[in-house]
């Protein structure tokens, strides 16, 4: 089965508008919607994430939280997630993808006072 990411971004300043759009598609779905507690360290979750695999990610926090990878002692990566702003990285992006290595465990540690959630949504090409 394919799946698709349409991406969307605009920005207004001045009364100019500038938008764009665009299609990421993958055969490998990850999707993880799960609520944190307040004051909750180390919340795990089971996933499985092929990082050579990877078309486009989409990470968001309804709350700051810190989100590892791995381990919760020695994560393999590490981020820093501001409540509402997503982390969105595809394969034309003009950075480097922060995730280094395969993911077999999320970590997840919020400290931020209220109850959140936690989304992922990954689509990976898995097809040679």
Known sequence: MAFNAI?????????????NQNTYSGDVRVSINESVATAVTDQLI???????????????????????????SAPTDTW??????????????LVTNKLTADITLGVITNGSGSTGTFQ?????????
Do not use: K, R
Not at 81 to 88: D, K
Not at 120 to 128: R, V
């Open 7 to 19: 991406d969307t971004s605009s920005v207004v300043i001045g009364g100019n508008t500038i938008s």
């Open 120 to 128: 992922w949504e990954s689509l990976h090409n898995t097809a040679p």
């Open 46 to 72: 089971i996933m499985a994430v092929d990082f050579s695999t990877i078309q486009y990610i989409y990470i968001v926090a309804s709350v700051a939280m810190t989100f590892e990878t791995n381990s919760t």
């Open 80 to 93: 820093i997630l501001v409540a509402g702003e997503p982390w969105v990285w595809h394969i034309n992006s």
